[in-house]
């Protein structure tokens, strides 16, 4: 039976990614992580003491950042590794341009602790934008209940995201890596998978037509379909 660890999106509910992918390893042993369950500094599991072991871990968005720092730091190690809508870097820096404005990242950060549930519906309109299945998107994409601890929490995600870089990353060693990407994403920009693709060596990327940052919600056909060599 395959182990399979599962690390969400932002302020989303922890088991959303897991319940699209039991749909494709089915007999699989899965395990998810709450970030808001842990309430610490550092956005990872508090169990992380040594080295945990999967055979598959499928990120998304916030959880690649997690997994990519899970891996460097060699508390996780994984067969194979799925990142959906990967995050290289998520907010520009003085030294490399990519990534989000830092004025634009301050706004929304600004605008999540005056309006959070607001900024939570905003991020899935854009996660649902330039989809076709968009209304899939919508469907699916589950925000986390809001309070004091789960907004602290999102608060110190967003703020590890900002100084997140994977040019500080050393790519050697890492597992066989499946890339999947919405050509659409405006929120994570697909071409950022490149730069994932010239540092890892076992790479496979999947860019997905008319798609946005959502892949799981609205391309899991397409997705079944181009992972049918794992499964």
Partial sequence: MKKILCLNGWGQEPKTLENEFKNIFKDADFETHDYVASNRQEIYPKDYEGCKQYDITIAWSLGTHCAINLIQKKLLKTKLLILIAPIFQFVENETNKIGM???????????????????????????????????????????????????YALENQLLHLKKFSCFDVNFKKFPKTICLSGVNDTVVASSQTKLFAERIEDFELHIIENCGHAPHFSHMEEIKERLKNVV
């Fill in 101 to 151: 404005p830092k004025e634009m990242f301050d706004g929304f950060l600004s605008n999540f602790n005056k309006h959070p549930e607001a900024t939570m519906q905003h991020l899935v309109a854009m996660s649902a934008s330039g989809d076709e299945n968009s209304n899939l998107v919508f469907d699916k994409m589950k925000t986390q209940d809001l309070n004091v601890l789960s907004i």
